[in-house]
């Protein structure tokens, strides 16, 4: 029997017994429903915490070394009511220098509520002083103008780049570049301006971080605040698997240097955004996956519902398999039939579940502030476990049916 006829006579038979066919699927779409709204759930949590991260560092493939350690209490900005002076720039070229894994080194002395004055109006900003390569490596994109370069910090030069938010607020008609601004009582010219990151509603954008101002770190050291000491390293890492490892190895090269001795509190902190991500994730990670077990058990017991109705029907069905077989069918041509019609109904379970998984993941966070991203993968696999649930469901009871003799198919019991 070929294939098409296989096909045609099938989906008459699905057609005829939509009741039946339900059944049979239902358990299935449970399942995959679970397991995919679970996934999509986890994976949702996790990358908006990566989106947080962005939105603070810039970067998660990278470990910050901040200024302040357990030793110390309260506020580890600098020019706050705690200040640590240990962390240096050599202490940054000496981790670039030093410790594997690290493709780059970039540092910055942070001074919030900074006065700021330009273009007839005052206020604040958060002002960093920064070496040229911290915008790129944060990833912070130019709107106007241009970024701040090696000449201008090895010059002690007096430029500055403004956030989004600084530039709207104190140049609104957008001609920031070029314009003269007074940053702590000194006089800067206005060389670029970066671009707006506003958040998506998706959560997979990077947040608004424009309410910030970036001078050469140089200049903030030494004709802004006259000091020798920053408040935070960003280190860029070249392989993010080796993470744990570099962290070692950071941390021992900088309380060496710091002659921390052991047993005493370290005077820095390092932050790992990769790190923080998955303690975040994971703690609600066991109630996920009891839940993604009890999917599983769905998609088994709804295998098995599959089976039992299939048995079943070759029951039922014995007057249609009987002539079938009286009319020249073999008994290849019974358990094609058969099997056919189980995987057909499972694969269209499996599809209506991920259809289903998909509109859940667009419509939930539409009522719940929740963020649900279901990767393909899962999505994928869901459908492939259904598939496979009906292949195996299905090949005993149309091994039944097609072990059932014409004569048996075709008698009537009185």
């Given at each position: 029997m070929r294939w098409s006829d296989t096909w045609n006579v099938t989906t008459r038979t699905v057609r005829r017994?939509?009741?039946?066919s339900l059944l049979m699927g239902s358990g299935l779409i449970l399942g995959v429903l679970v397991v995919s709204?679970?996934?999509?759930?986890?994976?949702g949590v996790r990358r908006e915490m990566a989106s947080m991260w962005k939105s603070m560092a810039g970067s998660i493939d990278a470990i910050f070394v901040q200024a302040g350690g357990p030793a110390q209490r309260g506020g580890q900005m600098a020019h706050g009511e705690t200040v640590t002076t240990t962390l240096t720039i050599e202490d940054a070229l000496a981790i670039g220098q030093q410790v594997p894994n690290v493709s780059a080194v970039a540092a910055a002395l942070m001074s919030p509520g900074t006065p700021i004055e330009a273009n007839g109006r005052s206020g604040t900003a958060f002002l960093l002083g920064v070496t040229p390569s911290w915008a790129s490596l944060r990833g912070d994109p130019i709107a106007a103008g241009r970024d701040i370069r090696e000449a201008d910090n090895a010059a002690m030069e007096r430029v500055v780049v403004l956030g989004s938010d600084a530039a709207s607020e104190y140049f609104p008609d957008g001609n920031a570049v070029g314009q003269q601004v007074r940053v702590a009582g000194a006089t800067f010219e206005v060389v670029g301006v970066h671009a707006s990151l506003v958040e998506e509603e998706s959560g997979g954008g990077m947040g608004s971080m424009g309410g910030y101002i970036h001078i050469p770190l140089?200049?903030?050291l030494r004709r802004v605040y006259n000091q020798d000491y920053v408040s935070t390293l960003m280190v860029q890492l070249e392989n993010?698997?080796?993470e744990e490892t570099t962290a070692v190895a950071l941390s021992e090269l900088l309380r060496q240097r710091h002659a921390i001795q052991e047993?005493?509190?370290d005077d820095f902190q390092l932050t790992r955004p990769r790190a923080a991500i998955a303690q975040?994730?994971?703690i609600n990670a066991g109630i996920r996956r009891m839940i993604i077990w009890i999917g599983v058990v769905a998609l088994v017991i709804g295998g098995i519902v599959v089976a039992n109705?299939?048995?079943a029907a070759t029951s039922d069905r014995q007057t249609e398999i009987g002539t079938r077989r009286a009319l020249g069918a073999t008994k290849g041509d019974v358990l094609q039939q058969f099997w056919v019609e189980t995987v057909l109904v499972a694969c269209t379970a499996g599809l209506l579940g991920v259809a289903l998984s998909y509109l859940a993941v667009i419509v939930v966070p539409m009522v719940w502030d929740t963020t649900l991203y279901l990767p393909w993968w899962v999505a994928f696999g869901a459908f492939a476990a259904t598939a496979l649930v009906g292949l195996i469901a299905g090949l005993f009871p149309a091994r039944r049916a097609a072990?059932?003799?014409p004569a048996v198919a075709l008698s009537v019991d009185e």
């Open positions: 017994a939509p009741i039946r709204i679970t996934t999509a759930s986890g994976e140089q200049t903030a993010t698997k080796e047993g005493e509190y975040a994730t994971s109705l299939m048995f072990a059932m003799p």
